[in-house]
């Protein structure tokens, strides 16, 4: 048990799954996962524990932002031992050719700023994806016949942002889509031998003002979510 998760020791999974809301790792939890657990309810950020084909995930929240989940994933690794920690959210495409729904594998996230920042000073380091994740996860889409893009993100630390100047850059520069933790992941990930993935699923567009009817979020989710699950336990790809 820490200070934001209430587990005990042993009901946390190798493998955790991290969507932001809580709510939204209640129902993948319920959806997707067999003798399902709640392990953690700590102000909300709800937590659980079940098995998908015969191996144990975690799917505990995050919240929102980078500071927010630097705390769970701090927990998570140093408290619990995760060895593998795959996001799973919505983001904002930038790009003309991706569409609402499609599913986004984050090779890299690029970042103004993170709570790692104050570590790396003037350095700017480069957080990239597991290669291995990534692998598995672009060949879980190709079976699924998902419509999916590899690539750079953004992760904002702000939500309403307004650099009409910067999003002109990132979409001049490949950018596909913006949202707001997985540099922070994939930077922990680094600092501690960890396995991290961020796989997303397009929400709205920043170009075109389309967003994905609330309703029907939780149905399009469902690739994303299978994708992550297929990544983490195949053998990874050499």
């Known amino acids: 048990m820490t200070i934001h998760i209430g587990a005990e020791p042993g009901q946390i999974a190798d493998t955790v799954l991290m969507p932001g809301d809580p709510y939204r790792a209640k129902w993948a939890a319920e959806t997707f996962l067999t003798d399902v657990t709640l392990v953690n309810e700590v102000r909300g950020m709800?937590?659980?524990?079940?098995?998908?084909?015969?191996?144990?995930?975690?799917?505990?929240?995050?919240?929102?932002?980078?500071?927010?989940?630097?705390?769970?994933?701090?927990?998570?690794?140093?408290?619990?031992?995760?060895?593998?920690?795959?996001?799973?959210?919505?983001?904002?495409?930038?790009?003309?050719?991706?569409?609402?729904?499609?599913?986004?594998?984050?090779?890299?996230?690029?970042?103004?700023?993170?709570?790692?920042?104050?570590?790396?000073?003037?350095?700017?380091?480069?957080?990239?994806?597991?290669?291995?994740?990534?692998?598995?996860?672009?060949?879980?889409?190709?079976?699924?016949?998902a419509t999916c893009h590899v690539g750079g993100i953004y992760s904002s630390d702000v939500f309403y942002a307004e650099r009409p100047d910067l999003d002109e850059q990132m979409v001049r520069h490949g950018i596909l889509g913006v949202e707001m933790e997985a540099a922070e992941l994939y930077t922990l990930a680094a600092r501690y031998g960890r396995r991290a993935l961020a796989i997303l699923t397009v929400s709205d567009h920043l170009q075109t003002g389309e967003a994905l009817p609330s309703e029907d979020r939780e149905r399009s989710f469902g690739d994303m979510v299978e994708i992550a699950l297929q990544a983490a336990f195949t053998e990874s790809r050499p």
């Open 46 to 145: 709800l937590g659980f524990t079940g098995t998908w084909n015969g191996h144990r995930v975690t799917i505990q929240g995050s919240g929102m932002g980078m500071p927010s989940l630097s705390i769970y994933a701090n927990e998570l690794i140093k408290d619990f031992d995760a060895k593998t920690l795959i996001r799973i959210g919505s983001c904002g495409g930038m790009q003309p050719h991706v569409g609402i729904r499609d599913v986004i594998i984050a090779m890299t996230a690029s970042t103004i700023n993170s709570p790692s920042s104050g570590i790396f000073k003037e350095f700017n380091f480069a957080p990239s994806a597991d290669y291995g994740l990534l692998a598995n996860a672009v060949a879980a889409a190709a079976e699924k016949d």
